[in-house]
């Protein structure tokens, strides 16, 4: 009996299945499309995409989702001729799916493509990534096209089609792009690691995840040193100077120039009275955080060093932004170490990180201070040694977070490495597997690699 109403079931199901079928002509329609295209075979899913987007345009996100990936592969065997088609499907999806699309993602990629074809002018394709940019920067994340962007307008200064206070403005907004998705990655990447530094063992899914990080924290700091390359010598003093004195009449009470201007020529150390006028005038308009910086800077140039300090612990009280305060947390940092207070630049160090995760540099300080530490943290020369494990772990860690300094920090910890008891030293001493536990200012333990 209970087979009979199985099968009654089954011949009613597909009955109605045959029936919907029938009344929706753009179920066939569509796979006829969408299954060789699922399967890669776009030779075959070609002829049926037309009548798809014709007849049914509104009949699955996937149409559009397999066009991008068909006319991409077109593109790249060398049909330039798809790159409008691409387009299209691009606009079809954002008309019909808007609510399911990434506008400056779709946006940037075309940019992209047309770049990489070479379609159009110069300037025709830096408004192609400007639009995409400003239509959605939340979502222009990829950091090649972060690049071709900010590489266009240099490129267009240099043919003097742009002024070089717009590409100093762009500079400022694509550093800025970078260090926030360098940040959020760099965050994410820095708990897992300190899970694992604690003794945990992270899941499959969780060495995934530290493994993407990892790689997109590489990438961002990858391009952020390209950009600075990019940008090149036109930063320098040479150019700056007279830039800004040309322009300081007209535009110094325009706060958000005056904070631009007086941070380039902090960053490049400039030697000139501009400097100071600026700063001062920028504490008259719009006292802040930033300004209270730079009077620290030049309080600390004339040897003041007291007064710089009050000025550096303001400026970290006033910022609200994590990646400037991270920057005057680091400078009170360099600040103690350069005077050899060690435990106290760590502790300043440390709270830059805490802002900014992927101020990698912090970490590489903290392991030279390691090991420079060797002689006081221990009793016996196989300890004093063992001090550069501990480092070479902290100048890893360096490297995992920052992408930019990631082969210089990978280099300091190969080189502490080198410095720590060989395998030979621990069988000596026999003291594989054990834990040495330091005493001084560094604090902590490491412990000795099994044999």
Request: glycine share 6%.
């Amino acid at each position: 009996m209970k087979t009979k109403v199985t099968l009654i079931f089954a011949v009613i199901a597909f009955s109605f299945f045959g029936k919907v079928q029938a009344q929706d002509p753009c179920v066939t329609t569509a796979s006829l499309f969408i299954e060789p295209a699922k399967a890669k075979n776009y030779e075959a899913a070609l002829p049926h995409y037309e009548k798809v987007i014709n007849d049914c345009p509104q009949y699955s996100l996937a149409t559009y989702q397999y066009a991008v990936k068909m006319f991409e592969y077109f593109i790249e065997k060398g049909d330039k001729s798809k790159i409008t088609d691409l387009e299209k499907a691009y606009d079809l999806r954002l008309k019909y799916y808007a609510s399911k699309s990434k506008e400056g993602d779709i946006l940037s990629d075309i940019a992209q493509i047309r770049y990489d074809n070479g379609i159009g002018t110069k300037m025709e394709q830096f408004k192609a990534f400007d639009k995409a940019f400003k239509r959605d920067e939340e979502n222009f994340t990829s950091p090649k096209r972060i690049y071709t962007y900010f590489s266009l307008a240099k490129d267009l200064f240099d043919e003097g089609q742009k002024d070089i206070q717009e590409v100093f403005d762009l500079y400022d907004i694509i550093q800025g792009k970078i260090e926030k998705e360098e940040g959020n990655y760099a965050e994410k990447l820095t708990q897992l690691l300190d899970k694992q530094e604690n003794g945990a063992t992270l899941t499959k899914k969780e060495q995934d995840k530290l493994e993407a990080y990892e790689k997109n924290v590489g990438y961002y700091g990858q391009i952020k040193g390209s950009v600075d390359a990019k940008l090149g010598s036109i930063a320098d003093c040479d150019n700056l100077i007279p830039l800004y004195e040309r322009n300081f009449e007209a535009r110094k009470n325009d706060v958000a120039w005056l904070r631009s201007a007086a941070g380039k020529l902090n960053a490049k150390d400039c030697e000139t009275s501009l400097f100071f006028q600026m700063v001062q005038q920028l504490h008259r308009l719009d006292p802040s955080a930033k300004s209270a910086f730079y009077l620290g800077r030049l309080a600390e140039k004339d040897g003041k060093g007291s007064e710089a300090r009050k000025y550096y612990d303001q400026a970290v009280q006033l910022e609200t932004n994590p990646n400037d305060k991270a920057k005057y947390l680091y400078t009170i940092a360099e600040d103690y170490r350069k005077k050899g207070s060690f435990s106290s630049a760590r502790s300043y160090y440390l709270k830059a990180v805490e802002q900014k995760p992927s101020f990698g540099v912090c970490y590489l300080k903290i392991a030279q201070m390691y090991a420079q530490s060797s002689n006081d943290c221990g009793n016996t020369p196989f300890e004093k040694r063992a001090i550069n494990w501990k480092a070479a772990e902290m100048a890893n860690k360096a490297a995992r977070v920052d992408g930019s300094i990631a082969s210089t920090a990978r280099d300091a910890a190969s080189s502490y490495m080198q410095r720590a008891p060989s395998k030979s030293d621990i069988f000596s001493a026999g003291k594989a597997g054990q834990t040495i536990s330091f005493s001084c200012w560094v604090g902590g333990s490491v412990r000795v690699p099994n044999l």
